[in-house]
């Protein structure tokens, strides 16, 4: 069946270096996929989502490319800053009514 | 800004205690579901429901019922809460292929 993998649970990092969260899924369908963050005492909200023609997404910094190769749709950021620090989820359209299927959630702690 | 209302925000019950969360939507979305949060566990689907009058059973849907009453309003029930309960929940609402759109979260503990 359909399953999105975040390897990770917890990424700790300084400020200023690179971030890379992982991703990787099985889809019986062409995917599409999408990251949400969740801020501390905040509700998940949309952080970006993959496209259909190779293009790649990007917000606040964050973006992410869509490999089918490699069944995977990591999340990159050149220069981790404090407020990325965040519970970040990676999550799969499925093909049942479009149902999201989520990936266990990464939480990201960033230090100064 | 899509809009999405859970009540209330914070809820303390006893053991076999019956507890109601509520959530409205004024997104007109046809989608709405229910979440449990859970360290080490992500995000959980308990119930969904694509109408009014709808129910669709989640991943983890023991010790929960639900109710959709109209388009905005969808309901979550606990009739004999227990311990493992307690949880942070959020309801969603979502239109389509696109965006999920959450509340705020209701947190809930069952001592």
């Known amino acids: 069946g359909d399953s999105v993998t975040q390897t990770e649970g917890l990424v700790t990092l300084t400020e200023g270096l690179p971030v890379m969260l992982n991703c990787t899924y099985q889809?019986?369908?062409?995917?599409?996929l999408f990251w949400y963050v969740q801020h501390l005492n905040e509700a998940p909200k949309l952080l970006l989502k993959?496209?259909?023609d190779n293009k790649r997404p990007e917000h606040q910094g964050f973006h992410a490319t869509l490999h089918k190769s490699s069944s995977s749709f990591h999340l990159q950021k050149s220069s981790a800053q404090l407020s990325d620090s965040a519970l970040y989820y990676c999550?799969?359209?499925?093909?049942?009514?479009?149902?999201?299927?989520w990936g266990s959630g990464t939480k990201l702690i960033i230090k100064p | 800004e899509a809009a999405v209302t859970q009540s209330p925000r914070n809820k303390v019950t006893v053991t076999g205690g019956n507890v109601t969360l509520s959530c409205r939507q004024t997104?007109?979305?046809?989608?709405m579901y229910w979440y449990r949060q859970d360290t080490g566990h992500g995000l959980r689907l308990i119930h969904y429901?694509?109408?009014?009058?709808?129910?669709q059973i989640g991943d983890v849907p023991d010790g929960y019922k639900a109710t959709r009453t109209t388009q905005e309003d969808f309901f979550l029930l606990l009739e004999l809460a227990s311990p493992s309960q307690t949880s942070l929940y959020f309801c969603?609402?979502?239109?389509?292929?696109?965006?999920?759109?959450f509340g705020k979260g209701t947190r809930l503990t069952v001592v």
């Open positions: 999550a799969l359209r499925g093909d049942s009514n479009y149902q999201l299927i």
């Open positions: 969603a609402s979502r239109q389509g292929p696109s965006e999920v759109f």
């Open positions: 889809s019986t369908y062409s995917p599409f």
């Open positions: 429901s694509y109408g009014a009058g709808n129910l």
């Open positions: 997104n007109s979305h046809n989608y």
């Open positions: 993959s496209f259909t």
